[in-house]
């Protein structure tokens, strides 16, 4: 039977198409199917929260397993935390008194300065209340839940918290505030009774038509939790916000793709490869280990119980052995109380070389290291703490670079968790304290991103030449590139106001103490030490 011959429109037959050039009908090179390098390369072009599907709880359970086990993990985790979040993430309050300049000309830089020192204090009475009432739980203050929150967040993806009313707590002088913030596993939140994902259910987020999350579903107890069995297969629905707005969950996770739902640790990509270094360092110190205590070994004609008996002391020997055993017992054959060793004819003793670790030790540890770094958005150094090969202009670039990615996610994690905190306690502090506010001022709830502005301070850069930066920072200031705001902020992480405050204290401790005044405060010093002008006529030879 003849092939079939296809004719085109010209009569003539067409030319048959390989196999290859339809696998790579394309313009790009990526799409070849039939390539060397990527024929079996064939992935699934899946959504986000498909990606991670039932899998979502493995991966989890492996980074933290990581995390609290092994030292690199946990160390980058640590740095990262401490890097953009430190000891105390906390609002500096920039209200928007332009916006609200339309309710009342009252509204102007100098009421906004006003109204940000009362804001500040308020905060500072209920963020850092020793007694910890604005923690549900009492285990730590506001500045504890958000390292904590990004903390998790960096290890399981995501960071949720829960915003309660508790006025029970007004009572007997127990805390200032009625605003009470829970941190919340991210693993207690999923689908009800482990269903499967929907279009209007995704791993415990419950959306409505156009994709927002209305409401999310937390499991009562922690699933690994297994002292509250009857409970960890209990669900239930929290939504997110109350009908005039005020915040109810909190939830934030650092988005890398579109109709992305859930959050992916930070480790994610690199899981594999540090679990392969966990193994590899393992193996490495088992290895020297065994090298130091089985340091040598006998090799003899000889049977295994011979050589031991010979070796040994005591039990009936052939008579060559007994021979053996006299002549040792003889303690000419000792130099300082050291016995010599010495065998029969046809015994060696061989001795093992520790070459441990092995040459290629080093170089694969600072590869896997070096991919861990890109991956967390941290330099080498910081992941090994190994700075010996850095110089200052090394260094500097790093951080530089580093810092780019900290500020970034110090600005996510603040706008997307933080700030539904302040804004949940700033409702209730302008409703029960006495806010500076002019006549005819609108309600909260109404100008609610006006009131609530703020930017959020977090640990400063550092300096890694304590001569040089500052001298730039102070040039940049006198340049106009700069402000005392920004520099206090940016480099060492201070509050400006406290600065200028704590250096007026201190200039007039100086004074009080009949101390010369330091080389940083003397003009100021001198200008107010300076006599004030008299009234009367000027003298003629005033210029």
């Known amino acids: 039977m003849s092939t079939p011959t296809i004719l085109g429109a010209d009569g003539l037959p067409i030319a048959r198409s390989s196999g290859r050039r339809l696998a790579s009908a394309g313009g790009y090179q990526a799409g070849d199917l039939l390539s060397q390098e990527l024929a079996g390369w064939n992935p699934l072009l899946t959504s986000p929260d498909a990606a991670m599907g039932f899998s979502r709880r493995t991966v989890m359970a492996r980074i ?18 401490d890097g953009a979040v430190g000891a105390d993430l906390r609002p500096a309050p920039k209200p928007d008194f332009r916006s609200l300049a339309w309710y009342s000309p009252a509204f102007d830089a100098r009421w906004a300065a006003e109204f940000t020192t009362w804001a500040k204090g308020c905060w500072r009475d209920w963020a850092h209340d020793p007694a910890c009432w604005a923690d549900t739980a009492r285990q730590g203050t506001i500045p504890d839940l958000f390292r904590l929150g990004f903390r998790t967040m960096l290890v399981e993806g995501d960071a949720l918290g829960l915003v309660s009313w508790r006025p029970e707590r007004l009572a007997y002088g127990r805390g200032v505030y009625a605003t009470t913030t829970a941190l919340v596993a991210p693993s207690r939140l999923s689908n009800p009774n482990d ?55 909190v939830h934030y996770f650092e988005r890398d793709e579109i109709e992305q739902h859930r959050g992916v640790g930070v480790l994610t990509p690199v899981l594999a490869r540090m679990k392969a270094l966990t193994r590899y360092d393992g193996v490495e110190l088992q290895a020297a280990i065994v090298n130091a205590i089985f340091a040598a070994y006998v090799q003899s004609p000889f049977d295994t119980d011979l050589v031991q008996e010979a070796l040994g002391d005591g039990g009936s020997l052939p008579a060559y052995q007994q021979a053996r055993a006299d002549f040792h017992a ?49 330099s080498e150094m910081q992941v090994s703490q190994d700075w010996s090969r850095t110089n200052y202009s ?30 949940a306690f700033l409702e209730e502090a302008m409703e029960r304290d006495a806010p500076p506010l002019p006549a005819g001022a609108p309600d909260y709830v109404e100008m609610r991103a006006a009131y609530s502005r703020a930017d959020w301070r977090g640990p400063g850069r550092g300096y890694i030449d304590p001569v040089k930066e500052p001298a ?70 005033a210029s």
Not at 196 to 217: C, F, I, K, N, Q
Request: proline share 6%.
């Open 64 to 81: 933290a397993d990581l995390v609290r086990n092994d030292g690199w993990a946990s160390g980058a985790v640590t740095r990262i935390v």
């Open 195 to 249: 269903g499967m994902d929907t279009d209007r259910m995704r791993a415990g987020v419950e959306l409505d038509a156009d994709g927002a999350a209305v409401a999310y579903h937390f499991r009562e107890a922690h699933p690994g939790d297994f002292t509250s069995s009857p409970v960890r297969y209990a669900w239930r629905r929290w939504v997110r916000e109350t009908r005039w707005g005020r915040p109810v969950v």
């Open 330 to 378: 003889d303690k000419r054959l000792a130099v300082n109380g050291v016995r010599l060793a010495h065998l029969f004819p046809g015994e060696t003793i061989n001795t093992i070389a520790a070459n441990r670790p092995s040459g290629n030790y080093p170089d694969f540890v600072n590869a896997v290291l070096r991919n861990i770094a890109s991956a967390t958005g941290q």
């Open 394 to 423: 090394s260094a500097r670039a790093a951080l530089l670079e580093t810092w780019k990615t900290l500020t970034r996610r110090r600005h996510g994690f603040a706008r997307g968790f933080a700030h539904p905190i302040w804004c």
């Open 472 to 541: 730039g920072a102070q040039l940049r200031m006198e340049a106009g590139l700069s402000t005392l705001e920004h520099e206090a902020a940016e480099n060492s992480g201070m509050d400006w106001e406290d600065v200028l405050d704590q250096r007026a204290r201190e200039i007039e401790a100086f004074r009080q103490r009949g101390l010369p005044v330091p080389g940083w405060a003397g003009q100021v010093a001198a200008a107010s030490l300076a006599p004030e002008p008299q009234d009367g006529p000027v003298p003629e030879d």
